[in-house]
């Protein structure tokens, strides 16, 4: 992974494997109750799918994420066609929640 020097992608999903209850976020979203929280998604994302991203979502919503914001672009992974549309919605989100 650039900028983490001597931990590679392999180290990564290792680390992961080691610790799934960990790893889980939608286990720690009672951390955002009463707090902002903007999930973002492509539906063409092959790394992170939309649908893989929804029990995070409903998980937010549930614990009471207070604004809760899910976004979903035309995109892949990276935004790739979207990028200057993804850094406005962004940008502008965290002006409004973000204070």
Known sequence: ?????NYSV????TEIASDVEFADVTRRMAA???RPLMIVSGDKDGTTSHSSQLPLVAAGKKAGADPMTHVV???DHSFSWRRIEF???V???MSENCR
């Open 1 to 5: 992974m650039p900028g983490l020097k």
């Open 10 to 13: 392999a180290d990564l999903f």
């Open 32 to 34: 955002f109750k009463g």
């Open 73 to 75: 672009f035309d995109g």
């Open 87 to 89: 850094s406005e919605v």
């Open 91 to 93: 940008v502008n989100w």
